[in-house]
């Protein structure tokens, strides 16, 4: 079974530009979740996504934004990058929260350095 | 609202002594508790949850952890340390009120020395 896929593996852009970040989850799988794993300060929960829709945000500003396709595969959109936007973003999936709470399955994550 | 804290950086082990990795928490429902860990070069990997149930459960590699309620704890053991071990460890809580939304702890830096 293929596991959680992310592309691309790493990026390199400039400050102010618009950065779009995909994820493919494990087959079954309807909740997507995003983190972002800044050096030093764990994971931070972004966006969760559940059959196409958007549950829950993180404390992020709109410039992150995202979408989840009928295929439940995702993509995490940020805009006007600033430089602290440099981190990992991981992407996981899980079943859906139908009164349980499911354990995630991460990919390997996309490195995003902002110069 | 909803907070977890790994109160310890990193903790030093030698190969086969036990192996306790801590992990606090603050929940206004009930708490939803899991482990992960971070291999180098490699994603986070399941390790074990709490939901409901018995207090001691029981997950991979020979890992277990207790829900300890009175206490808000949830820390991670290991009866004997392997080499293997040395990873990050995450510890993630989520309030039963708060779906989808996962807080994760800071991370532990777990070093098994032979």
């Known amino acids: 079974e293929a596991g959680v896929t992310q592309s691309p593996t790493h990026l390199i852009k400039t400050r102010g530009q618009q950065v779009t970040l995909r994820c493919s989850p494990i087959s079954g799988h309807t909740s997507v979740y995003w983190y972002q794993q800044a050096l030093g300060l764990g994971l931070q929960f972004l966006l969760w996504y559940d059959e196409g829709e958007e549950r829950n945000r993180g404390n992020f500003p709109p410039r992150f934004s995202g979408r989840q396709f009928p295929n439940y595969s995702s993509e995490l959109n940020v805009n006007a990058l600033e430089l602290e936007d440099s981190a990992l973003y991981l992407c996981?999936?899980?079943?859906?929260?139908?009164?349980?709470?499911?354990?995630?399955?991460f990919g390997p994550g996309t490195r995003l350095t902002v110069t | 609202a909803q907070s977890v804290a790994q109160p310890e950086d990193q903790v030093n082990v030698a190969e086969g002594n036990p192996l306790t990795v801590k992990c606090t928490y603050s929940v206004s429902g009930n708490p939803y508790l899991f482990w992960y860990v971070q291999y180098p070069n490699r994603g986070l990997q399941f390790l074990l949850k709490?939901?409901?149930?018995?207090?001691l459960v029981k997950g991979s590699y020979g890992f277990e952890a207790e829900f300890n309620k009175s206490q808000t704890s949830f820390h991670l053991k290991k009866p004997s340390a392997l080499v293997s071990d040395s990873a990050l460890y995450f510890c993630a809580v989520r309030d039963s009120d708060s779906w989808g939304k996962f807080q994760f702890g800071a991370g532990t830096q777990v070093v098994v020395t032979p």
């Open positions: 709490y939901i409901t149930g018995d207090n």
């Open positions: 996981a999936s899980s079943l859906a929260l139908d009164g349980d709470s499911y354990e995630q399955y």
